[in-house]
């Protein structure tokens, strides 16, 4: 999709972690100038090194903990594209302190340096945690239960926080909650590592997969170029699109049985071996969610989204990138 947008400057919060990376990417490549802000607790160097010759990004090393370094990295900005944020919901069961203290007192500390500093848009990574214990299916945005781990809290103030400086302040805001989203530059090492590029890293080294539960709790896995879309959509789209939050995924829901049997089977054509290795089942996780499928017709309808990578053809580019990168 050909999206019109070049010529302004972009703050792209936590921009050295995985999704942050690619947002910067895509943005250089339509000639904008580019402010990355991070502090490396998650995000790497290496997804940005290439980045730093280029004359139109700046890295500014900074937490959004800290108001001073928000306030820096917004100065003069036209759009804000926040994806700082500690993810999994392990780590928050563990330790719910620092991801309130990142997730919900950073998100505010960006939302007043946006306002502070008369930003256009702020749009951020919302979650498909906030759905919670709803057992609704496919997940409308206006139908969510109640959360099921301290991450879940922290995405659900987010939007709360979000919707009130929309209507006390006039910040225009969009939400994206994402949906299990993968792809080039995720982080396959790690103990809370996503579960594709954990599963692919292990496959690759002949190891079996270790699935939480029977493999039958579903995801709608979505591929990072359907999230670099609706981002950049949602800089650009119509103020009466403004100030609501969106799903953001293909629209579609896949069993953890079916990604390994996907995995193994595009696997395979680089290792023959990878098609006999087993699965491992284990116990359930605290604080999944069972069954998550969005329903994509709101952003769809306001922001004219059209995601174009279902979960085979993402996993099939994805594997092309951690064989040329592990």
Avoid at 17 to 26: H, P, R, T, V
Avoid at 108 to 137: E, H, I, P
């Amino acid at each position: 999709m050909n999206i019109d947008l070049s010529g302004k400057k972009i703050l792209v919060t936590g921009g050295a972690g995985f999704i942050g990376a690619n947002l910067c990417e895509a943005l250089l490549n339509k000639k904008n100038t580019v402010i990355c802000l991070d502090n490396f607790s998650t995000g790497k160097r290496e997804n940005i090194t290439t980045f730093l010759e280029d004359s139109n990004f700046k890295l500014i090393e900074g937490d959004i903990r800290n108001l001073d370094d928000c306030m820096l990295a917004a100065s003069g900005v036209d759009y804000i594209l926040h994806q700082a944020a500690l993810g999994s919901v392990p780590r928050s069961i563990k330790d719910p302190i620092t991801s309130n203290d990142v997730n919900v007192s950073g998100f505010l500390n960006m939302l007043v340096a946006a306002r502070d500093n008369n930003v256009k848009r702020f749009v951020y990574a919302a979650s498909s945690s906030t759905y919670g214990d709803s057992k609704a299916l496919p997940k409308t945005e206006d139908v969510i239960g109640k959360p099921l781990s301290p991450y879940a809290i922290t995405k659900y103030v987010n939007e709360l926080y979000a919707d009130v400086f929309g209507k006390t302040y006039g910040l225009e805001t969009i939400g994206l909650r994402y949906f299990n989203v993968f792809g080039r530059k995720q982080d396959a090492n790690g103990a809370y590592a996503a579960v594709i590029p954990k599963f692919i890293n292990q496959l690759i080294n002949l190891e079996s997969p270790v699935i939480n539960g029977d493999g039958l709790h579903s995801r709608d896995f979505t591929y990072i170029d359907n999230i670099i879309q609706i981002n950049l959509l949602s800089l650009i789209a119509e103020k009466s699109a403004v100030n609501t939050v969106y799903n953001a995924a293909f629209g579609d829901r896949n069993t953890l049985n079916d990604l390994v049997l996907y995995l193994k089977d595009f696997l395979s054509e680089y290792n023959p071996k990878i098609k006999n290795i087993d699965v491992i089942y284990g116990s359930n996780r605290l604080g999944d969610i069972p069954h998550s499928h969005a329903e994509i017709k709101k952003a769809i309808t306001q922001l004219n989204y059209n995601p174009e990578f279902s979960l085979k053809d993402g996993l099939r580019e994805s594997i092309k990138w951690y064989f040329e990168n592990l």
